[in-house]
């Protein structure tokens, strides 16, 4: 089992960035995917990027492509989402995810262990 902790959300104006991170620990040794997915209020949660153990293969949201860039450095073991030209549509909680095979996923039921998620606001 792997352990999330995301971090790194905000308030933000429209045309901003921020940057989301994922820190993991726990079974950090075996080789695990990481994805992250958003959750905005009345609606349900939808995959937004993910990236797999080595960082060559990744895959986004038509929503977030040319905008979102998802990366990794697994000697830190943390997992980062740099959000470019965030909109009012991007506001939701974001959850970084992790699961022990293959990637990157897009489906959330390829991910086993979760982190608490993370606050992002775009305000017009």
């Known amino acids: 089992q792997v352990q999330l902790v995301e971090s790194g959300g905000g308030l933000v104006q429209a045309g901003g960035s921020l940057r989301l991170s994922c820190a993991a620990s726990g079974r950090t040794g075996s080789y695990y995917h990481m994805g992250w997915f958003r959750q905005a209020p009345g609606k349900e949660r939808e995959f937004v990027a993910a990236?797999?153990?080595?960082?060559?293969?990744?895959d986004y949201a038509d929503s977030v492509k040319g905008r979102f860039t998802i990366s990794r450095d697994n000697s830190k073991n943390t997992g980062y989402l740099q959000m470019n030209s965030l909109t009012p549509e991007d506001t939701a909680v974001y959850y970084c995810?992790?699961?022990?095979?293959?990637?990157?996923?897009?489906?959330?039921?390829?991910?086993?262990?979760w982190g608490q998620g993370t606050q992002v606001t775009v305000s017009s």
């Open positions: 990236i797999d153990w080595s960082g060559g293969g990744t």
């Open positions: 995810a992790a699961g022990p095979v293959g990637g990157p996923h897009v489906i959330s039921t390829k991910y086993t262990d």
